[in-house]
């Protein structure tokens, strides 16, 4: 939907690079959902987000991943020291507060892809 | 934890004719339902969801699925595929409650359409 804005739309990162992907969610929408999909495969769980809390984190690999959501701005996944199999698509979402991915709309993703 | 499988990975079908998609899940309850399009280079587009009620489903463009609880199934369908309808069509389901923001992706499903 683009109502939720990603960008960049590409990104190329040398490995040992950081990588930044912004995305603002929809107007009126205070939760963010990120995920990944992996070259042939389906979208995977990373994390969820709320304004300035993190909810839920489980998909997130331990190292050099991390996520935010200031009170003003987009949310930030931030992948630091890349490596090449951290290509992939990073997608996000937005829903109003309780509504989870029942009302969710995903924004158009971000391909990166890690040379 | 619930699972998706996508059993077909690409079907071919000529333009005009009938679709129909597989989605079977793994999960002791009745989950939440979904089908998604990703077509080249874009985000994903809800077509449509189940919760509750009528089994039979239907979305946009066309499309419809069908819920059937005794074989753990919600198959995608359409009676006459167009042009535009090439795409990646992926189901995913959802645990009802607290986290329901934790969508589970199948592999995908890869539609060619010929003339």
């Known amino acids: 939907n683009a109502g939720v804005m990603q960008n960049p739309r590409h990104l190329v990162r040398r490995r040992g690079q950081e990588a930044r992907l912004r995305c603002s969610p929809m107007?009126?929408?205070?939760?963010v959902y990120w995920y990944r999909q992996l070259p042939e495969e389906g979208l995977k769980f990373m994390v969820y987000?709320?304004?300035?809390?993190?909810?839920?984190e489980s998909g997130m690999p331990k190292e050099r991943f991390s996520a935010e959501f200031p009170k003003e701005g987009p949310s930030i996944l931030r992948i630091q020291q890349v490596v090449r199999g951290d290509s992939a698509a990073y997608f996000c979402?937005?829903?109003?507060?309780?509504?989870?991915?029942?009302?969710?709309?995903f924004g158009q993703g971000t391909r990166l892809t890690v040379v | 934890a619930q699972s998706v499988t996508q059993p077909d990975i690409h079907i071919t079908v000529s333009e005009g004719a009938s679709l129909e998609l597989r989605c079977n899940y793994s999960?002791?309850?009745?989950?939440?339902l979904f089908w998604y399009v990703q077509s080249p280079g874009q985000g994903l587009q809800l077509l449509l969801k189940?919760?509750?009620?009528?089994?039979l489903v239907q979305g946009i463009k066309g499309f419809e699925a069908e819920f059937k609880r005794s074989q753990s199934s919600f198959n995608l369908r359409k009676p006459s595929v167009h042009w535009s309808d090439a795409a990646e069509y992926f189901c995913a389901v959802a645990v009802p409650g607290s986290n329901d923001y934790k969508l589970s992706f199948g592999a995908g499903t890869t539609v060619t359409v010929r003339a």
């Open positions: 107007k009126g929408h205070s939760h």
């Open positions: 987000l709320q304004k300035e809390n993190i909810i839920d």
């Open positions: 979402a937005s829903s109003r507060p309780g509504q989870g991915m029942t009302e969710a709309f």
């Open positions: 999960y002791g309850a009745t989950p939440y």
């Open positions: 189940y919760f509750s009620g009528d089994t």
